[in-house]
């Protein structure tokens, strides 16, 4: 008998700790709650608490392998003396590929890209539990069978790297070819990779490493035959071209349309709104998405900064505001209301103490003084007698009493589904021009935007593009008796709809050539309805005060800063350096893999910058400018950016797709035209001068329809450019 008890030593996961592991890796929810049901993960009480992960042995568990939740404390085992066995998912014998990692984590990530937990996962996963432990001689492995060593960036420790030993020694024990296959060195481990880089560019780059060591074993590299010398990945930001890669294990789709939606990296935020999102999952059991509340808490702190501080985002002195317009789409009955209402509660609360004290305090006062120049004003016109120091006096009142007017108008932090008009004439009556839009129902405001209110049906999405920019904008109308002229306005939007809005306004020609698209971060949350729970409260007790305290710090300090020109925050070298990096690596994508929808990612690098901004002011919020802008906050930004970017493209990806399917038809048309020569094709540069396709055009064609075009090699153009190339139908 067993003498070691795993279930009653070791707790299944909290939903509070399934959150917590959740945010902090980067893993699914739904994944690590079925982890923990197939008994493969728990929690001990162990001196604090302890991550637990079950030592099997001859189909018993016979200890547990004990994890602290900080990084640097030693592990142990209980009871002891059990000795260190693999830890093994799927059938050894019988899986065709066998994945291989030192860590668990590790493992739980590539499980969790692949969707194990689905059902559609192949394979059978390894994790040895550390770079000195070995493969023991009973496993069950085949000659048949190749195994898959998924490497860390181990630094080197006593002349070593421990992760090339660990790999020499799987290659001395195993029977059959171990593949090496490397993590991006820009990341210290799979699992990192998968916390940094997101779910998608996970399971694509990891896709792409394995491709790889295929290739090199081909070649009689990465199979053992060769000296383990470390290999370095393409940069994640290269993707993967071609809808026809090989299919690999974990199963990667290839349609842009079917790609898995990736969690929103909630890890990536302040603590305290982390802790928010740990609530709302642990509230639903795991069932609402980290979209939900994560981006309630952004867009939240965003509008309570407002335009009273800013960061110098090039080396020529431009600057970026805290602004963000976020839009998240969630199905009716989802629970959007639920975090949005929590989350955004101090702020609506602040507007509604700042008008009741404007109108028991101040408004009185205001009128009363305008009521005593209104009486002053009609004695001196009452008197006919009225001298040049009488006239002066009337020009002075009636410049007070316009400002008067001013300085009546009740203060607002936000505004409802207003049109643009009444938001311009609100905006421009507000202190520091500032508006905020928030809604968790914004279906008029997209409409109002796609023009849908207008008497031609026009995009009336002017004002919001240059109250993003931050440009002055005028107003002026026939109809209307006021011309307004806002030099600075500001507007941030946090605005939730239901998916098929957000599919309108991806598809809609007029907001997206216009830039209104692109300056959104936008995403499908993926939430659907809700239903109910036992759970009435999962927070923390000292939260929402903590919370309120940061939201009503902000308001009072920066968004309500009654000075001329607002704080400046000065970024780091490496900060500037690394977001820098990332805007060109944007370019470079807008030149070629994006360069049908190029303008897209325009955007991406000053919104890197905006959210560099917010997360900086929420980790320094009483003197933000007093703290430079550091690395790891400009990394926490891009990565988010980079978030919301996917989720762009996903959204857009159905319009890509037709069009690419309508040039790949008249490709096709153009090649099998009687005057070019089917058996030897047309050259590339028929098929740009002539035909308006570019070569970068060609190449992703040729890529993405393998069955329908074949590209052949012709040598140089002989002018010391790149190789020339000729297409044609494939027989």
């Given at each position: ?471 002055p904008f005028a107003y002026d109308r026939v109809t209307d008796r006021e011309n307004l002229v806002i030099s600075a306005p500001w507007l941030s939007a946090l605005w939730f709809v239901q998916p098929d809005k957000l599919a309108a306004l991806a598809g809609n020609a007029e907001t997206f050539h216009s830039g209104f698209f692109q300056r959104l971060l936008v995403c499908n949350t993926g939430a659907s309805p809700l239903p109910l729970t036992g759970h009435t ?195």
């Amino acid at each position: 008998m067993n003498p070691f008890q795993w279930e009653t030593a070791v707790a299944k996961l909290s939903p509070d700790q399934v959150a917590e592991l959740s945010a902090r890796r980067g893993y699914r929810p739904e994944f690590v709650q079925w982890f923990s049901d197939q008994g493969l993960i728990g929690w001990s009480p162990y001196r604090g608490g302890r991550w637990c992960f079950p030592v099997h042995e001859g189909g018993h568990v016979i200890a547990a392998h004990q994890i602290p939740p900080t990084k640097g404390e030693p592990v142990s085992y209980f009871p002891k003396g059990k000795g260190v066995h693999p830890l093994i998912v799927g059938d050894l014998e019988s899986a065709p590929a066998v994945f291989l990692f030192e860590s668990q984590w590790d493992m739980m990530a590539a499980l969790d890209s692949a969707n194990y937990h689905r059902g559609e996962g192949k394979g059978a996963y390894l994790a040895t539990r550390g770079a000195a432990n070995r493969l023991p001689k009973s496993l069950p492995i085949q000659q048949g069978q190749t195994l898959y060593a998924v490497m860390q960036n181990d630094p080197v420790k006593n002349g070593k790297v421990p992760a090339e030993d660990w790999l020499r020694g799987l290659r001395e024990q195993a029977a059959c070819p171990v593949l090496r296959v490397d993590t991006p060195s820009e990341y210290e481990d799979p699992q990192a990779w998968l916390a940094g880089a997101g779910l998608e560019a996970f399971r694509k780059g990891l896709r792409e490493a394995v491709k790889v060591a295929r290739a090199d074993s081909r070649n009689g590299k990465g199979d053992g035959t060769d000296k383990p010398d470390k290999l370095i990945n393409p940069p994640l930001s290269e993707g993967i071209s071609g809808k026809s890669g090989i299919s690999v294990s974990p199963p990667i789709p290839d349609d842009e349309t079917e790609r898995e939606r990736v969690p929103f990296p909630a890890h990536l935020l302040p603590p305290v709104a982390q802790r928010w999102v740990s609530g709302f999952v642990k509230m639903t059991e795991g069932r609402m998405p980290l979209a939900l509340p994560g981006i309630c808490c952004l867009g939240t702190l965003s509008a309570s900064i407002g335009p009273g501080v800013r960061i110098r985002s090039t080396a020529a002195g431009d600057t970026s505001g805290a602004n963000l317009f976020l839009l998240a789409a969630a199905e009716s009955s989802s629970g959007k209301s639920i975090p949005f209402k929590r989350i955004t509660r101090p702020f609506f609360a602040m507007e509604t103490e700042l008008r009741e004290t404007f109108n028991k305090e101040t408004f009185p006062r205001l009128k009363a003084e305008g009521e005593l120049l209104e009486q002053e004003k009609k004695i001196i016109l009452g008197n006919k007698a009225r001298n040049d120091e009488d006239r002066e006096r009337l020009i002075g009142i009636e410049a007070r009493l316009i400002e008067l007017r001013g300085l009546m108008e009740s203060p607002r932090l936000f505004c409802g589904d207003s049109t643009s008009q009444a938001m311009i004439r609100l905006m421009a009556r507000q202190q520091g021009t500032c508006l905020s839009s928030l809604s968790d129902d914004a279906r008029t405001i997209m409409e109002i935007i796609e023009g849908k209110h207008n008497k031609g049906s026009n995009a009336d999405d002017a004002f919001f593009i240059q109250a993003w920019t931050g440009n002055p904008f005028a107003y002026d109308r026939v109809t209307d008796r006021e011309n307004l002229v806002i030099s600075a306005p500001w507007l941030s939007a946090l605005w939730f709809v239901q998916p098929d809005k957000l599919a309108a306004l991806a598809g809609n020609a007029e907001t997206f050539h216009s830039g209104f698209f692109q300056r959104l971060l936008v995403c499908n949350t993926g939430a659907s309805p809700l239903p109910l729970t036992g759970h009435t409260d999962c927070f923390p007790s000292a939260l929402e005060s903590e919370w309120e305290s940061l939201i009503r710090r902000l308001i009072a300090n920066l968004r309500r800063r009654d000075e001329p020109e607002p704080l400046l925050v000065q970024p780091s070298r490496d900060a500037e350096a690394l977001l820098r990096e990332y805007q060109n690596g944007c370019v470079t994508r807008q030149e070629t893999e994006l360069s049908d929808v190029s303008t897209i990612a325009g955007k991406w690098g000053e919104n890197a910058w905006r959210v560099a901004l917010v997360l900086h002011v929420a980790d320094h919020p009483e003197n933000p400018a007093a703290v430079a802008l550091s690395r790891e906050t400009a990394e926490r930004a891009r990565l988010l950016v980079e978030w919301f970017a996917e989720e762009s493209l996903r959204l857009v990806a159905p319009a890509r797709e037709e069009k690419e399917n309508d040039r790949a038809a008249k490709l096709r048309v153009i090649l099998e035209r009687p005057k070019y020569d089917r058996e030897a094709g047309v050259s590339q540069g028929i098929l740009t001068n002539n035909h308006g396709f570019s070569r970068e055009e060609l190449e992703s064609l040729c890529a993405a329809y393998p069955r329908l075009f074949e590209r052949v090699e012709k040598g140089t153009t002989g002018k010391g450019g790149k190789p020339t190339f000729f297409v044609r139908v494939r027989r």
